[in-house]
């Protein structure tokens, strides 16, 4: 008798943003959603490549089921503490939380620093001071930060980069819709005119 595949369960993914500054776009509940998605991919990627051979792997085998990812507001000024520029937070596996300080860290360095943490961390030392984080990349595509955490630095840059991409390519289909709904006009708002929150 053959024995049947077994199917593995999806790895929990949790994603939660902490402002929305698209909300001309999508409510917060919306958000959300789509950050589960992008996170449910990541889930994907990351369960793919910690069963992979070794030998076909090409970011080599990841070492954990779990990782953490924190995303930064593109939209916030420089002026906007780190704390409050975090946009979202992702969480893939069991044991994903344990790494959201690690991500947190990586990806805050990189918007004080305006480039990959992880390349001061080996390169240029001065620029971590004490308390800073010691290990690790961040990624930036076309402006927005993401930090990740859970496996090898090599790997969590893969997966930042992938989920910048990815988060980008959502927010820019829906903008192109929204333009479409709405017309030409001069705010990014739902009436037409400047935020007043």
Do not use: K
């Given at each position: 008798m053959a024995s049947q595949p077994q199917t593995q369960e999806p790895a929990p993914v949790r994603a939660e943003h902490r402002h929305n500054p698209y909300a001309y776009l999508v409510s917060d509940q919306q958000l959300d959603e789509l950050l589960t998605r992008l996170g449910r991919r990541r889930a994907a990627s990351v369960r793919r490549n910690q069963a992979v051979a070794a030998e076909r792997a090409p970011r080599e085998v990841y070492p954990r089921p779990g990782m953490a990812f924190v995303v930064?507001?593109?939209?916030?000024?420089?002026?906007?503490?780190?704390?409050?520029?975090?946009?979202?937070?992702?969480?893939?596996?069991?044991g994903g939380a344990a790494f959201l300080p690690y991500a947190t860290a990586k990806a805050a360095g990189h918007r004080r620093l305006g480039r990959n943490y992880g390349e001061a961390v080996l390169v240029d030392p001065h620029l971590c001071g004490g308390?800073?984080?010691?290990?690790?990349?961040?990624?930036?595509?076309?402006?927005?930060?993401?930090?990740?955490?859970g496996q090898t630095p090599d790997q969590d840059l893969y997966e930042a980069g992938t989920l910048?991409?990815?988060l980008i390519a959502a927010i820019t289909e829906l903008h192109l819709a929204?333009?479409?709904?709405?017309?030409?006009?001069?705010?990014?708002?739902?009436?037409?005119?400047?935020?007043?929150?």
């Open positions: 930064m507001d593109p939209t916030a000024g420089p002026w906007v503490p780190n704390e409050e520029a975090v946009l979202a937070t992702i969480t893939v596996g069991e308390g800073n984080f010691r290990y690790g990349h961040s990624a930036e595509v076309r402006g927005l930060i993401v930090g990740a955490s910048a991409t990815d929204w333009e479409e709904r709405v017309g030409p006009g001069e705010w990014f708002t739902p009436d037409g005119g400047p935020d007043r929150s």
